[in-house]
């Protein structure tokens, strides 16, 4: 192709994202686009695969028949996002095979919080609220990003999530609304998953290195910061009607600026969970390795059984 | 709905006895779902490819729904203040009647995929047959489980199929599980005295007439799947009485955690 003809090119597909119209498979793009969305949509969907783990942790203990059948329902939703995300990525001419190895050999990252450990029944409540609050935070924007698999996707995984963020909520109300003991178990899982939920909206703005393309892409439409502070606004009210308090001294409502002021943010734990140094970046992953590993001879047999079937009806049809 | 096979006097509940023994079997029917669900609860995120991954989460969600379902019964027959969740999570183990077949763990896929077919092909036939008892609640619970049941036959058999007659590799796991999972069949089909008086007033169906073509079936499928049938000079027995296998004390003992440790407390 000519210099003048990808020009040409480039013009015509930066015209249908400024003009929201969506980008299709089979359209051409430019590289660097394909590439950013191989890596922002596999990166999501591995965050479901592995964000399976932590909650999955609990499914067996659940403390009710109807928390246990909810959990597992959730969970099961999280596979199913893992599932549509993988094949909308593999309509950028990638495998699910190569991304799963992506996973397996770390090249591929996933979200961070999914490496802190689930240590009580109320973590379950404090992700479904925080985790998945914080997520949808994230991805409700994505319904209208520029790659049309993608959007179509997220409009599907925000409906779920906001009914996980829901059911999340609602663990922690009954546990409020409980002994002592459980209140306790609220406050304690708070305590843990605040601050992590707070970086899973990503690094600030100044450390941001994708920031200014994926705009231009409508991957994002806000910046980093914004969603924090749109985070930590929606969710101060809802401690309250919990009765549980936000485990940051300088948190507090500032007049002004109609937002809450909060503390400084740890980002070397940040850093450090990110290069794979978080409580279980090894054991979540050896997790995935070993169910892949494990798994291998049961994908082999099915392949052989569909390549004997095959087969056996092509034999059929010659004989007759 | 089918009809009953025969109607039931109306007065046969006010009979203690005969209450008591419905709930002794409904409970020999439900614990066998609500075991079965959280070994399967155990795989969950850690199968061999998203698509089994979430077939096994939902069959044992579908389990744990007729469990919710028959323990509500069982709650609402006892009449004083038990839940569904007094049934499953507060009793000894020796108070629940699970057969050892669902007590088995989670070897290997292949393992996972007998255990279940094995536990499918009887758990169908039961369900048919069940839509024509005489009491009307389990009429209906068994005319809302035999569409998930055939469904997780299919997907069982299928798998068993895949196994049987995939890789050498595949054959000769598949092959040891059924071997080693097999002396545990003929426990389905047992009867406490329970169940031999629901049996007697028409609620339940007598398994033990099915249990022939319950072996035909299974047979037939195994060998469609290039399997041997093991020969073995015993079954195993005893979870229907309460005597389990050594690894129901650890699967009651993860299940009951949380309502052991803060008891009374509404989740």
């Known amino acids: ?320 | 709905m089918m009809k009953p096979i025969k109607e039931l006097n109306p007065q046969f509940l006010e009979s203690k006895e005969n209450k008591e023994h419905l709930i002794s079997y409904l409970l020999g029917v439900a614990d066998n779902y609500l075991i079965l669900a959280q070994r399967l609860g155990e795989l969950c995120g850690h199968g061999p490819n998203l698509e089994p991954d979430i077939a096994i989460t939902n069959i044992s969600l579908d389990l744990l729904g007729q469990v919710r379902s028959f323990y509500q019964y069982v709650a609402q027959l006892k009449g004083d203040k038990s839940t569904e969740d007094d049934i499953a999570f507060l009793r000894k183990e020796r108070e629940y009647r699970s057969v050892l077949l669902v007590q088995q763990p989670n070897t290997d896929f292949g393992y996972v995929i007998v255990r279940q077919f094995f536990f499918d092909v009887y758990n169908k036939m039961f369900l048919n047959a069940l839509q024509q008892s005489a009491d009307e609640t389990l009429r209906a619970l068994a005319f809302k489980g035999i569409k998930e049941a055939s469904y997780h036959e299919r997907f069982s058999g299928d798998w068993l199929k895949r196994l049987g007659d995939g890789t050498v590799e595949s054959k000769q796991r598949v092959q040891q599980a059924v071997n080693d999972l097999w002396v545990f069949t003929d426990e389905l089909f047992h009867s406490s005295k329970a169940d031999d008086a629901m049996i007697t007033a028409g609620v339940a169906p007598d398994m033990l007439q099915l249990r022939e073509y319950y072996y035909e079936k299974v047979e037939n499928l195994l060998t469609e799947a290039t399997l041997e049938i093991p020969e073995v000079p015993y079954f195993q027995k005893g979870g229907k009485e309460g005597l389990h296998s050594e690894y129901m004390g650890y699967i009651l003992s993860e299940m009951q955690y949380m309502q052991r440790a803060y008891p009374n407390s509404r989740w």
Not at chain 1, 68 to 97: M, P
Not at chain 1, 119 to 129: E, F, S, V
Not at chain 1, 203 to 221: F, G, I, N
Request: net charge negative.
């Open chain 1, 1 to 320: 192709m000519s210099e003048a003809e990808i020009k040409s090119l480039e013009a015509q597909f930066d015209a249908k994202i400024a003009n929201d119209q969506k980008i299709e498979p089979k359209d051409w793009m430019p590289e660097k686009y394909r590439k950013t969305h191989i890596r922002q949509i596999s990166q999501h969907a591995h965050s479901e695969i592995v964000g399976m783990l932590p909650e999955g942790n609990w499914i067996t203990r659940a403390p009710s028949l109807r928390r246990k059948a909810a959990l597992l329902a959730k969970v099961q939703d999280e596979a199913g996002h893992g599932l549509y995300l993988y094949s909308a990525c593999e309509t950028l001419g990638i495998t699910r095979e190569e991304l799963y190895d992506q996973l397996h050999s770390g090249a591929a990252k996933y979200s961070s919080i999914f490496n802190y450990p689930t240590l009580t029944w109320a973590d379950m409540g404090a992700i479904g609220w925080l985790v998945d609050g914080a997520a949808i935070i994230n991805q409700v924007p994505l319904c209208s990003t520029s790659y049309g698999p993608y959007a179509r996707a997220m409009v599907r995984v925000c409906k779920e999530e906001s009914f996980h963020q829901r059911q999340g909520y609602e663990i922690m109300l009954s546990l409020c609304n409980g002994t002592d003991e459980q209140k306790e178990m609220a406050q304690d899982a708070l305590n843990r998953w605040w601050w992590p939920s707070l970086m899973m909206l990503g690094p600030e703005d100044k450390d941001s290195v994708h920031t200014e393309q994926s705009m231009k892409w409508k991957l994002k439409r806000k910046t980093n910061d914004e969603l924090r502070q749109q985070f930590i606004d929606q969710t101060v009210p809802q401690a309250d009607i919990l009765g549980l308090t936000i485990p940051d001294p300088d948190l507090k409502w500032n007049d002004e600026k109609g937002t809450y002021d909060f503390g400084a943010i740890n980002w070397d734990e940040f850093w450090q969970v990110v290069k794979g140094h978080g409580p279980l970046n090894k054991k979540r992953l050896d997790d995935r390795r070993n169910a892949w590993n494990e798994g291998k001879w049961v994908r082999d047999a099915a392949m052989a059984y569909a390549e004997k079937q095959a087969q056996r009806k092509t034999e059929a049809a010659t004989a007759v």
